[in-house]
């Protein structure tokens, strides 16, 4: 799962700062368990939740703005591998049930994940 993670995410961001790498590295295992949050992701970075906030304020990021994006780039990739079913790729992104995942995803991107899935397979 890792190997496809680091894969999904090789293309992006190549200018990003090393503190939203090195949270999207932390961020990445903890989502199958539902466990990304803050605090846990501080605490595998070894330091505290308010020295991380500060730390991504000053950087200009936000968490929950992290968290989105690295969700959404994975979905975008794991949805080509059509061994993966939606409700797969809802688990390994945090999401306990294929309505919340289907909800978020059409809020980050304006179109449903299994409509995605049809246009990219029927692209190939």
Known sequence: MLNNCDQALAHRRPNASSLRVA??????????HGKARLAVVAQELGVGRRTLARRLTAEGLGF????????????????SDTNLS????????GYQGIGAFSHSYKRWTGWNPKRVREKLMASR
């Open 23 to 32: 949270i999207e590295n932390a961020i990445t295992p903890l989502l199958p």
């Open 64 to 79: 929950s703005e992290i968290l989105n994006q690295l969700r959404s780039d994975l979905v975008t990739h794991y949805l």
């Open 86 to 93: 939606i409700s797969q790729i809802a688990w390994l992104i």
